[in-house]
């Protein structure tokens, strides 16, 4: 099946590269009122500091700190490419 825009034109074959998430090969659309970091490397969207904490959780060795011990503002890379950010 092939998306249709409301306009009846096809769906761009590539995305914009700032909407387009390298670690993830996926689209992940920036919401209309913004999102919290896009990675300048990889492209992932982290739309609320929440889930930069949560991937920085999931994506990191036990022994560093986690959500409660850190905020968003701690965490100075990407946790899916490793950029600096
Ligand atoms: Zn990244
Ligand atoms: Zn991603």
Avoid: Q, R
């Avoid at 914009?16 to 920036?30: K, L, N």
């Avoid at 009122?33 to 609320?48: N, P, Q, S, W």
Wanted: charged share 20%.
């Amino acid at each position: 099946m092939t998306a249709i825009e409301p306009s009846g034109e096809p769906w761009p074959y590539s995305w914009p590269e700032d909407e387009h998430c390298y670690s993830h090969g996926a689209h992940e659309p920036i919401p209309a009122d913004g999102a919290y970091l896009v990675c300048l490397e990889c492209g992932h969207v982290f739309v609320t500091a929440l889930d930069l904490l949560l991937d920085y959780a999931v994506n990191s060795p036990p022994d560093i700190p986690v959500p409660g011990d850190i905020t968003a503002k701690d965490i100075n890379f990407c946790p899916h490419c490793i950029h600096d950010f």
